[in-house]
């Protein structure tokens, strides 16, 4: 689990955060002071970004790099009873 993603680029932009995960856009939706997107990652798993409205747009698609910085990461055991999703 990360509990805080940096920000959301274009693969081969400059990013903040040593560790990237690369996904597709799978869902986007516009919330008023910012969007959230569904990002499919390459091991099919899901992850939850918001964005402010100051970031980039981006659509049902494209292809992204999610950025953190590894002290922001736990890795947690695998637990089909658990809620993981997190908005």
Excluded: H
Aim: net charge negative; proline share 5%; hydrophobic share 35%.
């Amino acid at each position: 689990m990360v509990r805080k993603l940096g920000p959301i680029r274009r693969p081969g932009q400059d990013a903040i955060g040593t560790n990237r995960l690369s996904g597709t856009i799978a869902e986007a939706i516009y919330l008023g002071s910012g969007s959230k997107y569904e990002v499919r990652l390459a091991d099919a798993s899901t992850a939850i970004v918001r964005s402010p409205l100051a970031g980039e747009s981006f659509g049902l698609g494209d292809k992204v790099e999610l950025c953190f910085d590894g002290a922001d990461a736990k890795l947690l055991p695998d637990d089909s009873t658990a809620d993981t999703t997190l908005t």
